[in-house]
């Protein structure tokens, strides 16, 4: 199983993408993130989990008709949902 594969993990919330463990090795998640965007489910959500506010993320996005809920999870940690509106 890839790294990116560990990171990954669809549930009851939606397809959760823990980006923290790549970000600590020191690479840079974004083409995984895209990645898995592309495989959703037409009504599944995503849900990012980082160690800050994915803010350009949320940009882009929302520019693919996203909406987000960014939430502070406590020790620097983010968990930002996207859904797309019905």
Excluded: C, N
């Excluded at 506010?53 to 882009?60: F, K």
């Amino acid at each position: 199983m890839s790294s990116t594969q560990q990171q990954k993990a669809a549930g009851a919330e939606g397809l959760v993408f823990d980006a923290r463990p790549i970000i600590a090795a020191g690479e840079e998640p974004f083409g995984a993130i895209m990645a898995a965007v592309a495989e959703l489910e037409p009504g599944q959500d995503f849900v990012v989990i980082a160690p800050f506010e994915p803010v350009p993320l949320e940009g882009v996005l929302s520019s693919q008709g996203f909406v987000h809920e960014a939430v502070d999870i406590g020790g620097g940690d983010w968990r930002v949902r996207f859904s797309r509106p019905s």
